[in-house]
């Protein structure tokens, strides 16, 4: 756990939040301010700071990818999006590596 990290507090229930899904090696729960009917972010335990690290952790990205299908398997979504957003500049505001899925409403593209 890393100090002062907003999703370590969630994954140790620190800070509460509404959860969806959860197994050995990741969290999903609801984004408080979603973009989307349906928008979930789903979180390793582990805490590493974004894609970039994510990608020298297999195991993790394994783990990550496979509790985006469960949340998408859970959720019944066929059709959904999903997001990493990496460095502030691209819209980065917790460093610690969480997927974006949306979902419930037609998507456009490209992205904002
Ligand atoms: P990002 O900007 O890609 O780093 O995504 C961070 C996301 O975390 C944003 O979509 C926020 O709305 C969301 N968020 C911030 N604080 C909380 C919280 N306490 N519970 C759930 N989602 C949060
Ligand atoms: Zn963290």
């Known amino acids: 756990m ?3 990290c907003l999703f370590c507090k969630i994954v140790a ?8 899904y959860e197994d050995e090696d990741t969290i999903a729960f609801a984004d408080l301010n979603p973009q989307a009917p349906v ?4 979180v390793p335990k582990r805490h590493i700071p974004d ?5 020298a952790d297999p ?3 394994a783990a990550l990818v496979r ?14 999006r999903t997001v990493f957003n990496t ?3 691209a819209g980065q505001s917790v460093f610690h590596v969480h997927a974006h899925v949306l979902s419930g409403r037609p998507m456009s593209w490209p992205p904002g």
Not at 15 to 20: C, K
């Open 2 to 4: 890393a100090d002062d």
């Open 13 to 20: 229930r620190e800070i509460a939040a509404t959860m969806v």
């Open 39 to 42: 928008h979930i972010l789903v």
């Open 51 to 55: 894609i970039v690290a994510l990608g």
């Open 59 to 61: 195991e993790t990205s």
């Open 67 to 80: 509790g985006i299908r469960a949340v998408a398997e859970e959720q019944g979504l066929s059709d959904f």
């Open 87 to 89: 460095g502030a500049g």
